[in-house]
């Protein structure tokens, strides 16, 4: 009698104490990169990173020609359809180069190189539990701010410039930069990150809405969702210390938000 209540009161701790657990304290949904697979130890980097596992230039091509007719008007000087864009993987190798143009060079040649510096810097910049996009850097960059200077350690490298004919060119190389005005988002796989992406081609507010889009596109959006690291603007959400100030024709979701202030006194 006394073995079978031991029995009985132990089956009843165990579901209580099983019970008492919720899905949210283990630590496997709770530490930022941790593997997919729930019953296996924390693991940062648990999604596979390569440029293997990341779209190709041809993707890329793609989705620059059709996200400026997603999510409504894009706004910038060309409505987000002169881009260039580029992906780097979580080491911030280069993995793929693309432009939204016929003829490469009939979009900006020198975005080229921003674009892969932005890629680099969202993906620099970001945590496998926290994405910020390049466009949250901007005040925090700015005199007297706690990040003034950051751009100085991570330079682009000069002989990563190539011309629009040679943009393959930087496959497989790390170029760096450091980026902060929109147009950089990094690039996630459930709770890993595992890139970075950078558009430019237009003003920063729309290099930022083209290069949210294709991340959305491609399935590669931050755990907590497409505007988990969206851009800020003070007219429309207030003071900020991640706020981005406004372009020409400032365009968010669809919605405008308003014009960069004209230049006075020269």
């Given amino acids: 009698m006394v073995r079978s209540r031991a029995v009985v009161l132990a089956g009843v701790l165990s579901i209580a104490a099983g ?3 919720s899905p949210s ?14 019953n296996r130890a924390p693991q940062a980097g648990g999604a596979s990173a390569t440029c293997r596992d990341l779209p190709s230039a041809d993707d890329l091509k793609k989705w620059l020609r059709t996200a400026p007719g997603v999510e409504g008007e894009a706004g910038g000087l060309f409505s987000g359809q002169m881009e260039w864009a580029a992906i780097v993987n979580r080491q911030g190798e280069i993995c793929a180069t693309a432009v939204a143009t016929d003829e490469p060079a009939s979009a900006w040649p020198g975005s080229q190189a921003i674009a892969k510096a932005k890629a680099y810097t969202a993906n620099a910049y970001s945590t496998d539990g926290a994405p910020l996009s390049t466009a949250r850097l901007y005040t ?6 706690s990040l003034w200077g950051v751009a100085e350690p991570n330079p682009f490298r000069a002989e990563c410039l190539a011309s629009p004919k040679d943009m393959h060119a930087t496959d ?11 147009g950089g988002v990094p690039l996630y796989k459930g709770k890993t990150r595992v890139g970075g992406l950078g558009v430019s081609g237009d003003t920063a507010c729309a290099d930022h ?15 907590k969702g497409e505007f988990a690291d969206d851009i800020i603007y003070t007219a429309a959400d207030g003071a900020s210390p991640f706020a981005h100030p406004l372009c020409a024709n400032t365009w968010r979701n669809g919605k405008k938000v308003g014009d960069e202030a004209n230049a006075t006194d020269y």
């Fill in 25 to 38: 304290s283990s630590p496997a949904e709770t530490q930022p990169g941790a593997a997919a697979d729930l």
């Fill in 140 to 145: 925090l960059t700015q005199p007297g701010h």
């Fill in 209 to 223: 809405e083209i290069a949210k889009r294709i991340r959305h596109l491609a399935l590669l959006d931050p755990e």
């Fill in 172 to 182: 497989g190389k790390v170029c760096g930069g450091s980026i902060a005005f929109g």
């Fill in 19 to 21: 019970c008492s657990r």
